[in-house]
Protein backbone atom coordinates (compact mmCIF):
# COMPACT_ATOMS: atom_id res chain seq x y z
CA UNK A 1 0.00 0.00 0.00
CA UNK A 2 1.86 2.95 -0.96
CA UNK A 3 0.91 6.60 0.25
CA UNK A 4 -2.48 8.00 0.26
CA UNK A 5 -2.65 11.44 -1.53
CA UNK A 6 -3.48 14.17 0.71
CA UNK A 7 -4.40 18.18 1.12
CA UNK A 8 -5.75 21.52 2.31
CA UNK A 9 -6.38 24.87 1.81
CA UNK A 10 -8.18 27.83 2.70
CA UNK A 11 -9.95 30.69 0.62
CA UNK A 12 -12.73 32.64 1.26
CA UNK A 13 -14.35 31.36 -2.08
CA UNK A 14 -15.15 26.99 -1.41
CA UNK A 15 -14.41 26.77 -5.14
CA UNK A 16 -10.44 28.75 -4.64
CA UNK A 17 -9.71 26.16 -1.65
CA UNK A 18 -10.90 23.13 -3.94
CA UNK A 19 -8.54 24.07 -6.82
CA UNK A 20 -5.63 24.95 -4.73
CA UNK A 21 -5.88 21.29 -3.01
CA UNK A 22 -6.71 19.74 -6.03
CA UNK A 23 -3.18 20.94 -7.52
CA UNK A 24 -1.70 19.67 -4.37
CA UNK A 25 -3.04 16.42 -4.96
CA UNK A 26 -2.29 15.81 -8.36
CA UNK A 27 1.70 16.74 -7.89
CA UNK A 28 1.36 14.17 -5.35
CA UNK A 29 -0.26 11.52 -7.38
CA UNK A 30 2.83 11.99 -9.90
CA UNK A 31 5.34 10.45 -7.43
CA UNK A 32 6.03 6.83 -7.33
CA UNK A 33 5.39 6.60 -3.37
CA UNK A 34 2.18 8.02 -4.01
CA UNK A 35 -0.77 6.02 -4.90
CA UNK A 36 -1.99 6.91 -8.57
CA UNK A 37 -5.57 5.37 -8.96
CA UNK A 38 -8.06 6.52 -5.94
CA UNK A 39 -10.78 4.61 -5.02
CA UNK A 40 -12.16 6.15 -1.69
CA UNK A 41 -11.94 9.94 -0.74
CA UNK A 42 -12.48 11.57 2.52
CA UNK A 43 -13.34 15.64 2.63
CA UNK A 44 -14.11 17.62 5.69
CA UNK A 45 -14.93 20.97 5.76
CA UNK A 46 -15.13 23.57 8.06
CA UNK A 47 -18.26 25.38 8.83
CA UNK A 48 -17.59 28.60 6.74
CA UNK A 49 -18.57 26.14 3.56
CA UNK A 50 -21.31 24.05 4.92
CA UNK A 51 -23.80 25.66 3.00
CA UNK A 52 -21.63 24.96 0.12
CA UNK A 53 -20.90 21.06 0.44
CA UNK A 54 -23.71 19.95 -1.94
CA UNK A 55 -21.61 21.97 -4.76
CA UNK A 56 -18.54 20.77 -3.38
CA UNK A 57 -19.54 17.20 -3.48
CA UNK A 58 -20.54 17.23 -7.19
CA UNK A 59 -17.15 19.43 -7.72
CA UNK A 60 -15.41 16.44 -6.25
CA UNK A 61 -16.88 13.71 -8.03
CA UNK A 62 -16.58 15.42 -11.45
CA UNK A 63 -12.32 15.81 -11.17
CA UNK A 64 -12.11 12.13 -9.29
CA UNK A 65 -14.84 10.26 -11.17
CA UNK A 66 -15.17 6.87 -9.66
CA UNK A 67 -14.54 7.72 -6.13
CA UNK A 68 -16.62 7.10 -2.98
CA UNK A 69 -16.60 10.06 -0.71
CA UNK A 70 -17.10 10.37 2.84
CA UNK A 71 -16.89 13.14 5.52
CA UNK A 72 -18.00 16.50 7.70
CA UNK A 73 -18.43 19.29 8.32
CA UNK A 74 -16.19 20.69 11.32
CA UNK A 75 -16.02 23.92 13.61
CA UNK A 76 -12.26 23.23 12.85
CA UNK A 77 -10.43 20.91 10.25
CA UNK A 78 -7.63 18.82 10.69
CA UNK A 79 -4.52 17.78 8.36
CA UNK A 80 -0.93 16.63 8.64
CA UNK A 81 0.67 18.68 11.09
CA UNK A 82 -2.39 22.15 10.75
CA UNK A 83 -5.60 22.74 12.02
CA UNK A 84 -7.85 25.38 10.78
CA UNK A 85 -10.49 27.17 13.34
CA UNK A 86 -12.25 30.64 12.41
CA UNK A 87 -11.47 30.16 8.78
CA UNK A 88 -13.07 28.32 5.56
CA UNK A 89 -10.61 25.65 4.88
CA UNK A 90 -11.15 22.14 3.40
CA UNK A 91 -8.84 18.98 3.59
CA UNK A 92 -9.06 16.27 1.18
CA UNK A 93 -7.23 12.52 1.01
CA UNK A 94 -7.58 9.91 -1.22
CA UNK A 95 -6.85 6.46 -0.62
CA UNK A 96 -6.83 3.40 -3.06
CA UNK A 97 -8.86 0.32 -0.95
CA UNK A 98 -10.06 -1.91 -3.39
CA UNK A 99 -13.78 -1.19 -3.82
CA UNK A 100 -14.54 -5.11 -3.06
CA UNK A 101 -13.15 -4.09 0.75
CA UNK A 102 -15.61 -1.07 1.61
CA UNK A 103 -19.07 -0.10 1.76
CA UNK A 104 -20.52 3.55 2.16
CA UNK A 105 -23.12 3.49 3.94
CA UNK A 106 -26.15 6.35 5.13
CA UNK A 107 -30.21 6.49 5.77
CA UNK A 108 -30.94 6.15 2.37
CA UNK A 109 -28.38 2.88 1.61
CA UNK A 110 -27.83 1.25 5.48
CA UNK A 111 -25.30 -0.99 6.11
CA UNK A 112 -27.60 -3.83 7.08
CA UNK A 113 -28.80 -3.84 3.81
CA UNK A 114 -26.11 -4.21 1.87
CA UNK A 115 -25.66 -8.24 1.20
CA UNK A 116 -22.71 -9.82 0.47
CA UNK A 117 -20.36 -7.73 2.50
CA UNK A 118 -18.89 -8.55 6.12
CA UNK A 119 -17.92 -5.40 7.46
CA UNK A 120 -15.35 -5.89 10.38
CA UNK A 121 -15.22 -1.81 11.24
CA UNK A 122 -16.52 1.63 10.15
CA UNK A 123 -16.10 5.12 10.25
CA UNK A 124 -18.44 7.00 11.50
CA UNK A 125 -19.79 11.02 10.93
CA UNK A 126 -23.20 11.73 12.54
CA UNK A 127 -25.44 14.56 13.38
CA UNK A 128 -25.15 15.22 16.74
CA UNK A 129 -29.17 16.99 17.25
CA UNK A 130 -30.31 13.45 16.96
CA UNK A 131 -31.74 12.05 20.27
CA UNK A 132 -30.62 8.45 19.27
CA UNK A 133 -27.48 9.09 17.76
CA UNK A 134 -25.95 6.79 20.91
CA UNK A 135 -28.78 3.93 20.18
CA UNK A 136 -27.68 4.17 16.09
CA UNK A 137 -23.86 3.98 17.04
CA UNK A 138 -24.34 1.25 19.30
CA UNK A 139 -26.92 -0.61 16.75
CA UNK A 140 -24.35 0.21 14.28
CA UNK A 141 -20.94 -1.86 16.27
CA UNK A 142 -23.55 -4.38 16.32
CA UNK A 143 -23.80 -5.09 12.19
CA UNK A 144 -19.67 -5.46 12.26
CA UNK A 145 -17.76 -8.06 13.38
CA UNK A 146 -15.01 -6.35 16.19
CA UNK A 147 -17.66 -4.03 17.04
CA UNK A 148 -15.42 -1.61 16.66
CA UNK A 149 -16.46 2.11 15.03
CA UNK A 150 -14.29 5.37 15.16
CA UNK A 151 -15.51 8.58 14.03
CA UNK A 152 -17.20 11.76 15.20
CA UNK A 153 -20.25 14.05 15.29
CA UNK A 154 -20.07 16.69 12.66
CA UNK A 155 -20.28 20.19 14.79
CA UNK A 156 -20.75 23.89 13.29
CA UNK A 157 -22.33 27.09 14.22
CA UNK A 158 -24.99 26.58 11.67
CA UNK A 159 -25.71 23.72 9.70
CA UNK A 160 -23.85 20.29 11.05
CA UNK A 161 -23.83 17.93 7.90
CA UNK A 162 -22.10 14.80 7.08
CA UNK A 163 -21.13 13.14 3.61
CA UNK A 164 -21.35 9.91 2.23
CA UNK A 165 -21.69 10.07 -1.20
CA UNK A 166 -24.07 12.75 -0.45
CA UNK A 167 -24.92 15.34 1.97
CA UNK A 168 -26.77 14.21 5.18
CA UNK A 169 -28.50 16.14 8.16
CA UNK A 170 -29.64 13.77 11.03
CA UNK A 171 -28.54 10.34 11.23
CA UNK A 172 -25.52 8.60 10.58
CA UNK A 173 -23.41 7.55 7.57
CA UNK A 174 -19.96 6.61 6.77
CA UNK A 175 -17.76 4.31 5.39
CA UNK A 176 -16.98 0.24 6.47
CA UNK A 177 -14.24 -1.80 6.29
CA UNK A 178 -13.96 -5.84 5.96
CA UNK A 179 -10.97 -7.89 7.47
CA UNK A 180 -9.13 -6.87 4.28
CA UNK A 181 -8.34 -3.21 5.33
CA UNK A 182 -5.69 -3.13 8.02
CA UNK A 183 -5.81 0.12 10.67
CA UNK A 184 -4.72 0.31 14.10
CA UNK A 185 -6.93 2.96 16.12
CA UNK A 186 -6.28 4.85 19.22
CA UNK A 187 -8.40 6.95 22.09
CA UNK A 188 -6.40 9.72 23.64
CA UNK A 189 -8.23 10.88 27.06
CA UNK A 190 -8.27 14.63 27.83
CA UNK A 191 -9.28 14.62 31.37
CA UNK A 192 -7.77 13.56 34.71
CA UNK A 193 -8.94 12.08 37.48
CA UNK A 194 -9.09 14.52 40.69
CA UNK A 195 -10.51 11.92 43.30
CA UNK A 196 -10.54 8.01 43.20
CA UNK A 197 -12.65 5.60 41.20
CA UNK A 198 -15.85 4.95 43.04
CA UNK A 199 -19.13 2.13 42.25
CA UNK A 200 -22.56 4.03 41.77
CA UNK A 201 -25.08 2.65 44.37
CA UNK A 202 -27.64 4.57 43.69
CA UNK A 203 -29.40 6.53 40.70
CA UNK A 204 -32.65 7.72 38.86
CA UNK A 205 -31.94 8.39 35.18
CA UNK A 206 -29.03 10.79 35.33
CA UNK A 207 -29.21 11.63 38.64
CA UNK A 208 -26.56 9.87 40.69
CA UNK A 209 -28.16 9.73 44.59
CA UNK A 210 -24.99 8.08 46.07
CA UNK A 211 -21.49 6.66 45.56
CA UNK A 212 -20.33 3.80 47.16
CA UNK A 213 -23.59 3.97 49.88
CA UNK A 214 -22.55 7.77 50.77
CA UNK A 215 -24.04 10.76 49.09
CA UNK A 216 -22.94 11.59 45.67
CA UNK A 217 -22.73 15.48 46.59
CA UNK A 218 -20.48 14.80 49.68
CA UNK A 219 -18.52 12.77 48.05
CA UNK A 220 -17.84 15.74 45.15
CA UNK A 221 -17.58 18.26 47.47
CA UNK A 222 -14.83 16.38 49.26
CA UNK A 223 -12.88 14.88 46.34
CA UNK A 224 -12.85 19.41 44.88
CA UNK A 225 -11.78 20.06 49.30
CA UNK A 226 -14.13 22.65 49.23
CA UNK A 227 -16.58 23.82 52.07
CA UNK A 228 -20.20 23.99 50.61
CA UNK A 229 -21.29 26.53 52.85
CA UNK A 230 -19.30 28.99 50.98
CA UNK A 231 -20.82 28.90 47.50
CA UNK A 232 -18.12 31.95 46.26
CA UNK A 233 -15.82 29.61 46.70
CA UNK A 234 -17.60 26.01 45.54
CA UNK A 235 -19.33 27.30 42.22
CA UNK A 236 -16.15 27.97 39.85
CA UNK A 237 -14.90 24.57 40.81
CA UNK A 238 -18.16 23.18 40.52
CA UNK A 239 -18.39 24.80 37.30
CA UNK A 240 -15.14 22.96 35.80
CA UNK A 241 -15.60 19.60 36.62
CA UNK A 242 -16.75 16.74 34.72
CA UNK A 243 -17.39 12.74 35.17
CA UNK A 244 -15.48 9.96 33.93
CA UNK A 245 -18.61 6.93 33.41
CA UNK A 246 -17.61 3.47 32.72
CA UNK A 247 -19.41 0.42 32.68
CA UNK A 248 -19.88 -2.39 35.54
CA UNK A 249 -16.54 -4.47 35.89
CA UNK A 250 -14.58 -2.03 33.91
CA UNK A 251 -11.32 -0.42 34.79
CA UNK A 252 -11.80 3.21 34.36
CA UNK A 253 -8.80 4.95 35.33
CA UNK A 254 -4.83 3.85 35.59
CA UNK A 255 -3.45 6.40 38.29
CA UNK A 256 -3.43 9.79 36.53
CA UNK A 257 -5.08 9.04 33.51
CA UNK A 258 -8.23 7.58 32.35
CA UNK A 259 -8.62 4.51 30.47
CA UNK A 260 -10.35 4.31 26.73
CA UNK A 261 -13.65 2.59 28.70
CA UNK A 262 -14.14 6.20 30.35
CA UNK A 263 -16.76 8.19 29.04
CA UNK A 264 -16.09 12.09 29.86
CA UNK A 265 -19.54 13.69 30.48
CA UNK A 266 -20.53 17.20 31.87
CA UNK A 267 -21.46 17.66 35.84
CA UNK A 268 -24.84 18.83 35.17
CA UNK A 269 -26.35 20.18 38.48
CA UNK A 270 -26.76 19.14 42.05
CA UNK A 271 -29.26 18.90 44.18
CA UNK A 272 -28.87 19.88 47.83
CA UNK A 273 -31.93 18.64 49.20
CA UNK A 274 -31.61 14.87 47.87
CA UNK A 275 -27.18 15.71 48.28
CA UNK A 276 -26.90 14.31 44.70
CA UNK A 277 -25.32 15.61 41.18
CA UNK A 278 -26.77 15.45 37.62
CA UNK A 279 -24.89 14.52 34.47
CA UNK A 280 -25.55 14.44 31.02
CA UNK A 281 -26.11 10.78 30.70
CA UNK A 282 -28.25 7.81 31.40
CA UNK A 283 -26.75 6.05 34.62
CA UNK A 284 -27.44 2.51 36.42
CA UNK A 285 -26.02 1.61 39.71
CA UNK A 286 -23.27 -0.45 39.52
CA UNK A 287 -21.45 1.92 37.08
CA UNK A 288 -18.27 3.00 38.11
CA UNK A 289 -18.19 6.73 38.38
CA UNK A 290 -14.85 9.10 38.89
CA UNK A 291 -14.84 13.26 38.81
CA UNK A 292 -12.30 14.48 36.81
CA UNK A 293 -10.97 17.95 35.40
CA UNK A 294 -9.45 18.89 31.74
CA UNK A 295 -5.62 19.07 32.24
CA UNK A 296 -3.47 20.26 29.26
CA UNK A 297 -0.56 17.70 30.46
CA UNK A 298 -2.72 14.72 30.91
CA UNK A 299 -3.78 15.57 27.31
CA UNK A 300 -0.63 16.02 25.81
CA UNK A 301 0.99 13.23 27.56
CA UNK A 302 -1.75 10.71 26.73
CA UNK A 303 -1.72 11.86 22.81
CA UNK A 304 2.12 11.17 23.15
CA UNK A 305 1.39 7.38 24.39
CA UNK A 306 -1.29 6.23 22.03
CA UNK A 307 0.86 7.66 18.83
CA UNK A 308 3.77 5.80 20.55
CA UNK A 309 1.55 2.69 20.89
CA UNK A 310 1.25 2.87 17.25
CA UNK A 311 4.48 3.31 16.55
CA UNK A 312 5.26 0.12 18.76
CA UNK A 313 2.87 -1.86 17.02
CA UNK A 314 4.83 -1.02 13.33
CA UNK A 315 8.04 -1.33 14.47
CA UNK A 316 8.16 -4.52 15.80
CA UNK A 317 11.48 -5.39 18.50
CA UNK A 318 12.43 -8.25 15.08
CA UNK A 319 13.71 -5.79 12.67
CA UNK A 320 16.28 -6.04 10.57
CA UNK A 321 19.37 -4.53 11.79
CA UNK A 322 19.33 -2.24 8.85
CA UNK A 323 15.95 -1.52 9.33
CA UNK A 324 16.19 -0.65 12.71
CA UNK A 325 19.44 1.54 11.58
CA UNK A 326 17.51 3.32 9.17
CA UNK A 327 14.65 4.34 11.67
CA UNK A 328 16.85 5.24 14.30
CA UNK A 329 18.59 8.04 12.08
CA UNK A 330 15.33 9.03 10.65
CA UNK A 331 13.71 12.34 10.78
CA UNK A 332 10.17 11.65 12.16
CA UNK A 333 9.65 15.36 10.83
CA UNK A 334 10.57 13.65 7.30
CA UNK A 335 8.78 11.24 4.65
CA UNK A 336 8.09 7.82 6.83
CA UNK A 337 10.19 5.24 6.57
CA UNK A 338 8.60 2.35 5.12
CA UNK A 339 8.70 0.22 7.38
CA UNK A 340 5.92 2.03 9.75
CA UNK A 341 3.82 1.00 6.84
CA UNK A 342 1.41 3.79 7.48
CA UNK A 343 -0.15 4.82 3.71
CA UNK A 344 -2.88 7.72 5.68
CA UNK A 345 -4.57 8.64 9.24
CA UNK A 346 -7.63 9.92 10.19
CA UNK A 347 -7.67 12.15 13.51
CA UNK A 348 -10.80 13.35 15.31
CA UNK A 349 -10.99 15.60 18.15
CA UNK A 350 -13.19 17.13 20.59
CA UNK A 351 -13.68 20.85 19.19
CA UNK A 352 -12.66 21.83 22.94
CA UNK A 353 -9.34 20.89 22.13
CA UNK A 354 -6.90 22.09 19.27
CA UNK A 355 -4.33 24.84 19.60
CA UNK A 356 -6.52 26.79 22.31
CA UNK A 357 -6.46 23.70 24.55
CA UNK A 358 -2.73 22.40 23.87
CA UNK A 359 -1.18 26.41 24.44
CA UNK A 360 -0.31 27.22 20.55
CA UNK A 361 -1.79 26.77 17.20
CA UNK A 362 -1.97 23.34 15.43
CA UNK A 363 -0.14 22.02 18.31
CA UNK A 364 -1.82 19.36 18.74
CA UNK A 365 -1.72 18.36 14.88
CA UNK A 366 2.20 18.91 15.70
CA UNK A 367 2.55 15.98 18.42
CA UNK A 368 0.75 13.65 15.96
CA UNK A 369 3.29 14.75 13.54
CA UNK A 370 6.05 14.34 15.64
CA UNK A 371 5.57 11.02 16.69
CA UNK A 372 4.17 9.33 13.31
CA UNK A 373 6.11 11.34 10.25
CA UNK A 374 5.20 13.34 7.30
CA UNK A 375 2.41 10.89 6.85
CA UNK A 376 -0.88 12.04 4.66
CA UNK A 377 -3.50 12.80 7.39
CA UNK A 378 -7.14 14.61 7.66
CA UNK A 379 -9.61 14.93 10.34
CA UNK A 380 -11.83 17.78 11.87
CA UNK A 381 -12.53 18.67 15.77
CA UNK A 382 -16.04 17.30 16.38
CA UNK A 383 -19.43 17.64 18.78
CA UNK A 384 -18.36 14.18 20.18
CA UNK A 385 -16.00 11.69 19.20
CA UNK A 386 -16.57 8.22 18.26
CA UNK A 387 -15.24 5.22 19.20
CA UNK A 388 -15.81 1.61 19.96
CA UNK A 389 -19.71 1.89 20.42
CA UNK A 390 -20.12 5.16 22.37
CA UNK A 391 -19.77 8.81 21.78
CA UNK A 392 -16.90 10.00 23.55
CA UNK A 393 -16.03 13.63 24.94
CA UNK A 394 -12.73 15.80 25.38
CA UNK A 395 -11.15 12.97 23.55
CA UNK A 396 -9.24 12.14 20.20
CA UNK A 397 -9.09 9.26 18.00
CA UNK A 398 -6.14 8.75 15.93
CA UNK A 399 -6.69 6.39 12.93
CA UNK A 400 -3.86 4.53 10.69
CA UNK A 401 -4.40 2.78 7.32
CA UNK A 402 -1.58 0.37 7.35
CA UNK A 403 -0.15 -2.01 4.80
CA UNK A 404 0.45 -4.81 7.19
CA UNK A 405 -2.41 -6.89 8.84
CA UNK A 406 -3.42 -5.03 11.79
CA UNK A 407 -6.62 -5.23 14.18
CA UNK A 408 -8.66 -2.42 15.47
CA UNK A 409 -7.98 -2.15 19.57
Known sequence: ????????????????????????????????DHINTPTLGWVYLTDHFAAAAEHALEALREQWPGVAWVGSVGVGIAANGVEYFDEPALALMLGDIAPEHFRVFS?????????????????????????D?????????????NGYLFGGLASGRGRSVHIADGVFEGGLSGVAFDDHVPLISRVTQGC????????????????????DDEPALTVLLRDLKVDAQDPREALPRLRGTLVGLSDPGRVSAHGRSFGVETRVRHLVGIDPGRN??????MV???????????????????????????????????????????????????????????????????????????????????IVRHALGDVPLVGFFANGEIAHRHVYGYTGVLTVFTAGQRPAE
Do not use: K
Not at 123 to 129: E, K
Not at 133 to 145: C, K, M
Not at 192 to 211: D, F, K, M, T
Not at 308 to 331: C, K, N, Q, V, Y
Open 1 to 32: MRLFLHAHATHPDWRMALSLATAQLEAQRAQP
Open 107 to 131: GVRPLSGQAGFAAATAQVHADPSGH
Open 133 to 145: VSELISELADQTR
Open 192 to 211: QPIGAVRRISQAERNVVVSL
Open 276 to 281: AVAVAD
Open 284 to 366: EPGMQLAFCQRNTEAARRDLVRICAEIREELEPEDLPLETALALHGSDLDSAPHPARQIAGAVYVSCSGRGGPHFGAPSAELA
